[in-house]
């Protein structure tokens, strides 16, 4: 079992930064491919970043390429969600995830649909 917990959410002006962060329990974090998704409201759910899970490979929605930098650092069981250049747009709820089948190229692909171990989610606002 993984509990994810993300924090790092919070309210910022357009065109701020943001980190978000997600912690995950357990001993085998570094087997698994991670991803972050994001739904606004009256919005579905999608995919914004996933990495894979060494770290290597690490794709990304286009909306945020460019401006959004995923990462993890395994000895602390940790990935990061690096938001550069905010959008009104970007304001949603986000997500961390992980899965321990699926490559990041999956994750990516396929909306999160199915995986294994999901956050709370924190709420990012940005503002106009």
């Known amino acids: 079992q993984v509990q994810l917990v993300e924090s790092g959410g919070g309210l910022v002006q357009a065109g701020g930064s943001l980190r978000l962060s997600c912690v995950a329990s357990?001993?085998?974090?570094?087997?698994?491919?991670m991803g972050w998704f994001r739904q606004a409201p009256g919005k579905e759910r999608e995919f914004v970043a996933a990495?894979?899970?060494?770290?290597?490979?690490?794709y990304y929605a286009d909306s945020v390429k460019g401006r959004f930098t995923i990462s993890r650092d395994n000895a602390k069981n940790t990935v990061s969600l690096q938001m550069n250049s905010l959008k009104p747009e970007d304001t949603a709820v986000y997500y961390c995830?992980?899965?321990?089948?699926?490559?990041?190229?999956?994750?990516?692909?396929?909306?999160?649909?199915?995986?294994?171990?999901w956050g709370k989610g924190t709420l990012v606002t940005v503002s106009s």
């Open positions: 990495i894979s899970w060494s770290g290597g490979l690490t």
């Open positions: 357990g001993r085998t974090f570094s087997s698994y491919a």
């Open positions: 995830a992980a899965d321990q089948r699926r490559s990041a190229i999956t994750i990516a692909t396929t909306g999160g649909y199915g995986m294994d171990y």
